[in-house]
């Protein structure tokens, strides 16, 4: 708790003792406020938890908080409510005595959940079996049964508790839950049958209507509509957004299965609740002599129906006027409700109850989940009840708490010093004296023959009492008073403060039950109402107690049940009533600390020391803040302890020192020692950061010295180990390779095998090293003796996959571009001298563009598709005369052109063939039938591109082989049968004359690429 002081300045201190200013209360609620607004929820008033509701869910109750929690004393985490329940739980294995934990708290302040929050811790922290498992899902079952038949939407809360509990929960001796018990007290049953505006009845009563089967409300003679229902619309309330009543209609019923409930018992305990509601619907009418009658016949039906099941009832006359009958209907149902809510808790008694007979003595931790003190604008008997209840625990709780006190100081030897406080058995005293006490007089009032009335009993209240100094009414006030009081009021000063209660309503609601029948109860059929309303009642003598004088009996039985506990206490704190988180109302919340006693809780326990500590944990905690405990106290803790403290300057009436503890007086001395203790932790943790790095630092470099030398001598021992290996495979490698290499000629064998192997290793991946790179490229590896065959076969099958690729590479254009070159090797390739040179040359798809070409020829042409067009040179038969003209070759014919004329035609069909000599020259000779009359004789042409141009002529008249290629001359058919002679002759230029012989000479320049 100490780690917290540093920042209390924004979150305020953890225990109220520590406060400075303790006795101002704006000091108290500005602390609630700092640790409200950071959702810190809980603060002690030293072993007092006090719990502000946040209205909203916060991260605090996981498993994993409550591991936290578990086994871990007290100061040493965060206020909270498993911190609380851990310490019960603790000191109950630990010293072996019964506790209990008080919760106590304002409508809507949270106590119900602190109580669910309790059990759950158990639940999940205690040992656990097959038959403890059972035991936690009732004790947790139990709540949501309780809440639907106990509680209900109030203005200050939706599941607002209308009764007190007390639960003890059995542990046997190995810490496990095995059992419980619950009792409860003050149920607020006037609720049954009035409800102020903007609240509502019991849950049980919506639930059964939203949720139950349609099978199940006709059997109950129920409607699907709480409106329908006197005792439901009281109100004006009969949904609640914040309420699901089908959802809780179904955690019921199965919590009732879950405690051991049988179908026949629930049943007999939902036709009551019906019988109720029926009740509430019964209608009255007047007769003329004033007595009343029914006059809702099937309500009497449906309610006989519920409660003596297919028999017939007797019916029991009883004369009463209309005030009187509804008195006594309401009666009746208040009666019913609250003793079948009291069978209901000792059904789960009995479902509880601890059944091991070989360990009897079971250790208990009890849960009062108890009603804070009321004030309300209109205080009734039930507030007065309820204060009654609370004055008694305030006394209890300042008796248990000084007892503590002096007990502590005795046990560590410090004198007890007397504490000062407010002593409230005064004013209990005035509530429950025999014989001069409030309900003594009240009793006395409501039994006694006669007219008895609530004006009687507070006259009666006045004429013995009326000088008491903690009672006054309107009649006995002072001016000043009487006019903020009634007529009908007085006035108690509580320890919480003053109170006004009227005491209208009083009477009836103490000796409300004297007007019941219960011989009517006990002819019912249904089991529950005659286990209820017993036939000893009626044999019975004896004047019944009243309403004050039960609460009265059984309060004194719990207050002696608490004071044989240790107890420990819960205060609940309700922040606003709009429900809203965040939201911190400082008014309301002033009223409830001064309601729940709080600021005289905080009195009395700094009436002593602030702050109290073990000296172990104290010299642990503060020890380097003197050199000569730190870093370690070797003698005694106490001399440690005085040597701190005198090194810190403490005065002699600051701090005492006990048998086991060190007791400070004010909390300014613990928060100086603290702030000390912040400021010495800075030079701690720089001196620690500094040792801490170097020895870290120096056994990091020990260890990685240590460790670089074991990797360096593993590492060379590897290397050597590798080294010796690699000699003896280049040894064994080297013998069987002179092995093999003796052996290399002869016949595969164990000696030659490896070399043999290696040869042909070391081929390939030569050869994959120089494979050639294109179809033109020739080269080969010369392969070894024995893989010459293979390498044959390698390099076909290695040049066709290449050819194979590159004819899947090349586009239409290329190949035909191929296409031509083939046909151009195929006729002139070692055949003509100039062929070689024309090889690297392109062959073009013409010669001639359009511009190039008259018109008129193409006209001339029509229809036909000229493919190649190449201006050649002609000679002439008569004298060899050269004339410039143009080949065209379409699809059908050869047409020789001079400029816009057609000179020649040559049909590819008539063509006989095609000379050409074997030089270097361009001159060819295209040969015609004689017998064509259309034809003059042979044509004599020359072409600049010799190859292209006879390879387009070859291509398009199918005259491939039809070209013949001549040595030395040419002879050809001038026309009207002569013919004529070339003559080809090598020279150092090319000249085309005519020759003194009358031939023609063609000297062209001899190439040796042929």
Partial sequence: MESALTARD?????????????????????????????????????????????????????????????GVNFYEVSPHVYAVSDNSYRSMRTERKDQCILISGESGAGKTEASKKILQYYAVTCPASDQVETVKDRLLQSNPVLEAFGNAKTLRNDNSSRFGKYMDIQFDFKGAPVGGHILNYLLEKSRV?????????????????EGGEEDLLRRLGLERNPQQYQYLVKGNCPKVSSINDRSDWKVVRKALSVIGFSEDEVEELLNIIASVLHLGNIQYGGEDSGNAYITTDTQIKYLARCTHGNTTPTTLSHPLNLEQASSARDALSKAVYGRTFTWLVNKINVSLAYKDETYKNASVIGLLDIYGFEVFQHNSFEQFCINYCNEKLQQLFIELTLKSEQ?????????????QYFNNKIICDLVEEKFKGIISILDEECLRPGDASDITFLEKLENTVGGHAHLTTHKLADGKTRKVMGREEFRLLHYAGEVNYNVNGVLSCTHSLCVVHPQVMCMSDNKILTQCFDRAELKDSKRPETAATQFKTSLAKLMEILMSKEPSYVRCIKPNDAKQAGRFDDVLIRHQVKYLGLMENLRVRRAGFAYRRHYETFLQRYKSLCPETWPSWQGKLADGVSTLVKHLGYKPEEYKLGRSKIFIRFPKTLFATEDALETRKHSLASKLQSSWKGYSQKTKYRKLRSSAVVVQAWWRGILACRRAQRKRQAANTIRRFIKGFIYRHNERCPENEYFLDYVRYSFLMKLRRNLPKSVLDKSWPTAPTALIEASEQLRKLYMQNMVWGYCKRINPEWKHQ???????????????????QSVPKLFMGTRLNGEEINPKVLQSLGSETMKYAVPVTKYDRKGYKARPRQLLLTSNCAVIVEEAKLKQRIDYAALKGISVSSLSDGVFVLHVPTEDKKQKGDVVLQSDHIIETLTKVAICADKVNSININQGSITFTMGQGKEGIIDFTSGSELLVAKAKNGHLSVTAPRLNSR
Avoid: C
Wanted: glycine share 4%; no cysteine.
């Fill in 10 to 70: 924004r979150v305020g201190v953890q225990d109220f003792v520590l406060l400075e200013n303790h006795t101002s209360e704006a000091a108290f609620i500005e602390n609630l406020r700092k640790r409200f607004k950071e959702n810190l929820i809980y603060t002690y008033i030293g072993s007092v938890l006090v719990s502000v509701n946040p209205y909203k869910d916060l991260e605090i109750y996981t498993k994993n908080h409550m591991e936290r929690y578990r």
């Fill in 193 to 209: 049958v009035h409800q102020n505006h903007g609240e509502r009845n019991f849950h049980i009563f919506y639930q059964l209507i």
């Fill in 407 to 419: 007990d502590e100081y005795e046990a560590e030897g410090i004198t007890w010093e007397p504490v």
């Fill in 818 to 836: 191929l296409e031509q070159k083939m046909v151009a090797s195929e006729i002139f390739k070692n055949k003509k001298d100039n062929y070689p």
